[in-house]
C-alpha cells in the first residue's frame, strides 16, 4: 500500500533485445510488488536502447536517452544485441550502446556476486562437494582496457589486413577500482585476489603495483595475486577459497561467465555498475543481469528471469538505500527455489531432478512475487 507521502524513485529502464523484453518486465513486476509491501514507488522511465533503437533511430543510444539515464536514481538494464545486427562490417553495432552507458555514466566497477544455492547443486557440472561455500564477487574494471582503447580498428597494408587493439590502463583508472574491491574485501571475508597476466603484460605489471602501493591502507585485508590463466583453473578446482577477485575488463568478462557455471546457469547471475557519484538515495549505478540477449529462445517464455531479479536487488541495496527490501527479493527467489520451482535452463541434463516444477519466466516470477513479505498495512513504519 502506497501512501501519498511514499517515495517515489526514478528508474530508467533499458529492456532492450531478444529476452531482454521478458527479463525486465518479469524484474520490474517484483521491485513493484517490493515496493508496495516496503511502501514506496518506482516512476519506470522506459527507453529504446541498443538493437531497436539502430532500427528505430538509426543508433544504438541517443544523447536524450543517456541524458535520461544519467538524470534517474539508476538503470535497468535487459540485454542488448542479436544476429540481425552482427554483420561484422556494420558501422554501429548494439552493443556500443553499452560502452556508450558504461562509459558515459562512467560506471567504472562492475560487481559481479557468485553464489551458489544449495538446491541447484544439482543444476551445476561439478560435484556438489566442490560448490559448498562458494560465495564469491568478482569487481571486473569497466571502463577502460581493450574494450576502450584507441585505435581500435581495421587496417589495410602491404601484408594484409590488420587488426588492430589497444590494452591501455592509466594508474587513476587501476586505482579506483581497486579501491573499490578493497573496501568490500574489507566487510567481507577479507580476502582479496588481484588477476592479472603480470608473466606477459605491461598493464598488469602496473595493475600489480598499484594493488601493492594501496596494501598499507587496507591492513585488515589478505591480498594475493594469480596469473589470469591459473585463476581459470581455480576458479573451478576451488571456488570456495575466492573471496573478492579484482581483475581488468577482458579478464573479468570471461572469468565471470566462468564463474557462472558454479551456479547452475548464466542466468542466475545479477550485476551491478557503479562509479562514484551519488544521488539523494545512495550511488548511481547500472543493473543488469550477466547473461546476453539469448535471441534463440526469445519471445517463448523461456528466459531464467533471476540474474534480472536479482540485479533489482541490487539496485534496491545499492542505489536506493533499501537493504530491506533487497534481502526481501533475494529471499523471496531462494523460497521460490527451494519450493522447486525451475526455469528450463535449470533443469540438469541427464534430467535427475526430482521434485521439481518447470515453469516459464512469467509463472516463475509469480512464485518469487507470492513469496515477498505481505504488505505493510497503510501508515505503518517499516
Ligand atoms: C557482458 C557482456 C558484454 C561485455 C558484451 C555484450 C559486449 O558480455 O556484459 O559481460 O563483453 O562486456
Ligand atoms: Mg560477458
Not at 529476452?19 to 527507453?47: K, M, N, S, T
Not at 580498428?153 to 574491491?181: F, N
Not at 522447486?340 to 521439481?356: I, K
Request: with cysteine; proline share 7%; charged share 25%.
Amino acid at each position: 500500500m502506497t501512501s501519498p507521502a511514499a517515495t517515489t524513485y526514478r528508474i530508467a529502464v533499458i529492456p532492450g533485445d531478444g529476452i531482454g523484453p521478458e527479463v525486465i518486465a518479469a524484474g520490474r513486476r517484483v521491485l513493484d510488488a517490493v515496493g508496495e509491501r516496503f511502501g514506496f514507488a518506482v516512476e519506470w522511465r522506459e527507453i529504446v536502447v541498443g538493437g531497436r533503437a539502430i532500427d528505430t533511430y538509426g543508433v544504438p543510444i541517443r544523447d536524450e536517452d543517456l541524458a535520461i539515464c544519467a538524470g534517474s536514481d539508476a538503470v535497468y538494464l535487459g540485454a542488448i544485441g542479436g544476429p540481425k545486427w552482427d554483420d561484422p562490417n556494420a558501422a554501429v553495432r548494439p552493443e556500443q550502446a553499452l560502452f556508450a552507458l558504461r562509459g558515459g555514466l562512467e560506471l567504472f566497477a562492475n560487481l559481479r556476486p557468485v553464489t551458489v544455492e544449495p538446491a541447484l547443486a544439482p543444476s551445476s557440472p561439478l560435484r556438489p562437494a566442490l560448490l559448498r561455500g562458494v560465495d564469491m564477487l568478482i569487481v571486473r574494471e569497466l571502463t577502460s582496457g581493450l574494450y576502450f582503447g584507441r585505435p581500435s580498428e581495421e587496417r589495410r597494408t602491404p601484408e594484409g589486413r590488420v587488426g588492430v587493439d589497444t590494452l591501455w590502463y592509466t594508474e587513476a583508472e587501476i586505482r579506483r577500482v581497486v579501491r573499490v574491491a578493497f573496501e568490500l574485501a574489507r566487510g567481507r571475508r577479507g580476502r582479496l585476489t588481484s588477476v592479472d597476466k603480470a608473466n606477459v603484460l605491461a598493464t598488469s605489471r602496473l595493475w600489480r603495483k598499484v594493488v601493492e602501493e594501496m596494501r598499507p591502507d587496507f591492513p585488515t585485508v589478505i591480498v594475493e595475486h594469480r596469473l589470469v590463466d591459473a585463476a581459470a583453473m581455480l576458479l573451478i578446482q576451488h571456488p570456495a577459497a575466492f573471496d573478492v577477485i579484482v581483475t581488468e575488463n577482458l579478464f573479468g568478462d570471461i572469468l565471470s561467465d566462468e564463474a557462472s557455471v558454479l551456479a547452475g546457469s548464466l542466468g542466475m547471475l545479477p550485476s551491478a555498475s557503479i562509479g562514484e557519484r551519488r544521488t539523494a538515495h545512495g550511488i548511481f549505478g547500472l543493473y543488469e543481469p550477466i547473461h546476453g540477449s539469448a535471441p534463440d529462445i526469445a519471445g517463448q517464455d523461456r528466459a531464467n528471469p533471476i540474474g534480472t531479479i536479482l540485479s533489482g536487488a541490487m539496485l534496491l541495496r545499492w542505489s536506493l538505500g533499501r537493504p530491506e527490501a533487497a534481502a526481501a527479493v533475494e529471499a523471496a527467489v531462494r523460497a521460490a527455489l527451494r519450493a522447486g520451482w525451475r526455469t528450463l535452463d535449470l533443469v540438469p541434463s541427464d534430467g535427475g531432478a526430482e521434485g521439481v516444477s518447470v515453469v516459464g519466466t512469467e509463472a516463475f516470477t509469480g512464485a518469487v512475487i507470492e513469496r515477498l513479505p505481505d504488505p505493510v498495512p497503510a501508515g505503518a513504519a517499516r
